[in-house]
């Protein structure tokens, strides 16, 4: 399995501020993803992190929204900028080591709510 | 592109009642499939996987699931519940490594609830 950790694991943030999340991983991995889990939903993937180049964005999600940065196999950060409201989620990061093992695992999540 | 139903939204169940959550998944190749739970407060974890072989899988706390390829279902079963297993379960679907479609698309969930 991989460990992961997350930083910070919750956080109260004022409308228009941005926040910075940090997924570190115990061991070099091949895949990272983040998610996000807005209230009584399901996880919905925003990107995929590359290393070494531009994140991957699903349909609905932008760069200029949710700046990743991923400088080595074993750390992301997600960006939330321009924070609202309709932020308020839980935050995860994701992490696949790659062929044979497809198993993924998940952190612990961080609980951003926007007043 | 890969995608996930879950139909049930809310089921509620008496402790030692069976159980079967329903998924059916979308993808026209190789598939991995997941089952996730999330107990109250608590984060991802998993249930159990399929990824070849016999297509009836045994996974922790008495789950299984059975993978019907003809109908696209991966359904969730355990014979007998307990008031401890409510939680919300998610089914998720991924391509294998190499694929495009390499990542965890997850169904909408189901909330289970277990009356003792």
């Known amino acids: 399995s991989a460990v992961i950790s997350q930083k910070p694991s919750r956080d109260i943030c004022q409308r228009g501020t941005s926040l910075t999340i940090q997924c570190q991983v115990d061991s070099q991995v091949t895949m990272m993803f983040w998610y996000r889990q807005q209230p009584g939903q399901s996880l919905t993937l925003i990107a995929t992190?590359?290393?070494?180049?531009?994140?991957?964005?699903e349909s609905g999600f932008v760069i200029d929204k949710f700046p990743i940065s991923r400088p080595n196999l074993t750390f992301s950060t997600l960006t939330v900028s321009n924070l609202s409201p309709e932020d308020s989620s839980i935050y995860l990061c994701?992490?696949?080591?790659?062929?044979?093992?497809?198993?993924?695992?998940f952190g612990p999540g961080t609980r951003l709510t926007v007043l | 592109a890969q995608s996930v139903s879950q139909h049930n939204h809310h089921v509620i169940l008496s402790e030692a009642a069976s159980l079967e959550l329903g998924c059916n998944y979308s993808?026209?190749?190789?598939?991995?499939l997941f089952w996730y739970v999330q107990y109250p407060g608590q984060h991802l974890q998993l249930l159990l996987k399929y990824f070849s072989g016999d297509p009836l899988v045994k996974g922790i706390k008495g789950f299984e699931a059975e993978f019907i390829k003809s109908k696209f279902s991966f359904n969730l079963r355990k014979p007998s519940v307990q008031w401890s297993d409510t939680a919300e379960y998610f089914c998720?679907?991924?391509?294998?490594?190499?694929?495009?479609?390499?990542?965890?698309?997850f169904g909408s969930g189901t909330r289970l609830s277990i009356r003792p």
């Open positions: 994701s992490v696949k080591r790659g062929a044979p093992d497809n198993e993924q695992f």
């Open positions: 992190a590359n290393q070494g180049s531009e994140a991957t964005y």
């Open positions: 993808y026209g190749g190789t598939v991995n």
């Open positions: 998720a679907v991924n391509a294998p490594p190499g694929s495009s479609a390499s990542k965890i698309i």
